[in-house]
């Protein structure tokens, strides 16, 4: 496998490998060749991690249902080279409560299995990382997160798919930089929307997937100054309209039929800052409901997906 990375073109930025073994050194030749590197089924070496003899190139690591990759080891190797920004994880977990709606993995990607965090380890390392932007996806335990200390360089947190906890969302929201958030696929555990109102930039709210109602967007309209909001799958109704419509910052929603049905609400506001309304999933007759529920605001736009 070492000869043929080797033999690679080292011009290009982007390399894929799926289901090989990946040792210590290819892994270290991947990461100071390719800025971009997407890791799927591979088996990495145990100390992989390790602080490697010249400099990393890479800047976006995707791993997807790789052993020897758990998060504790993943935050560990974070700090092996600063210029990394972008960090993936998908253990691949599943469950269907959890998951409701969305799609199952494939057999080849349902491995589980429990990360026990060395909470030193991850503070030492996590101290020295850059990261901008952590992808936690699909992961059984992410408990380890609460030790990690508050960084004002996240901009991007998405946890989709992996249970969280009081304590995990309270990490979160010490985020002072963080700009985008998804806690898309969770169980229907209450969250705190009052405590959002601690991350000032703020703008990119993603709910898919969980049991996100009218009485919550309320609360997240009361605490943030959001600019999109990604609601596919919730439990939003047309009622919500109105208050969409008034948010001051709000340019886009996506949203899907649960919100384009029945009578146009009543109380829309005169104007309106929105720009785009995008809908997931919808048949003919949803469209035609969203058209007549625009028809006071020529200037938003209406797309589907």
Not at 10 to 18: E, K, N
Not at 83 to 88: F, K, Q, R, V
Not at 147 to 162: E, T
Request: glycine share 4%; charged share 20%; aromatic share 10%.
């Amino acid at each position: 496998m070492l000869d043929a990375v080797e033999g690679l073109v080292t011009g290009d930025t982007v390399i894929h490998l799926h289901g090989a073994f990946v040792s210590a050194m290819l892994l270290d030749r991947l990461l100071t060749q390719w800025t971009d590197v997407n890791l799927v089924g591979c088996a990495l070496a145990k100390n992989w991690w390790r602080t490697p003899k010249r400099p990393r190139q890479c800047r976006t690591l995707w791993l997807q249902n790789c052993t020897a990759c758990q998060p504790p080891n993943l935050v560990i190797g974070c700090s092996s080279w600063p210029e990394l920004n972008w960090l993936s994880v998908d253990e691949g977990y599943w469950d269907p409560d959890l998951n409701k709606g969305a799609i199952p993995p494939e057999e080849s990607l349902s491995h589980t299995s429990s990360f026990p965090a060395s909470t030193s380890h991850i503070l030492n390392a996590f101290h020295s990382s850059n990261l901008e932007s952590l992808f936690v996806y699909n992961c059984k335990d992410i408990s380890f997160l609460r030790h990690l200390p508050a960084s004002k360089r996240i901009r991007d947190i998405y946890l989709d798919g992996s249970p969280y906890s009081e304590e995990i969302f309270d990490w979160i929201t010490s985020q002072k930089g963080l700009q985008q958030f998804s806690i898309s696929w969770k169980p229907d555990t209450p969250i705190p929307w009052e405590r959002l109102s601690r991350l000032p930039k703020l703008r990119s709210l993603d709910v898919t997937g969980t049991s996100f109602s009218d009485e919550d967007l309320a609360e997240v309209a009361k605490y943030t100054r959001l600019s999109v909001i990604h609601a596919f799958y919730t439990e939003l109704t047309p009622a919500s309209w109105p208050l969409v419509f008034a948010m001051p910052a709000l340019k886009q929603v996506l949203v899907s039929t649960e919100m384009l049905h029945g009578p146009i609400p009543s109380g829309l506001p005169q104007d309106t800052l929105l720009e785009e309304v995008v809908a997931l999933n919808v048949s003919a007759k949803h469209m035609e409901y969203l058209q007549r529920l625009l028809e006071p605001y020529p200037t938003v736009k209406s797309f589907e997906m």
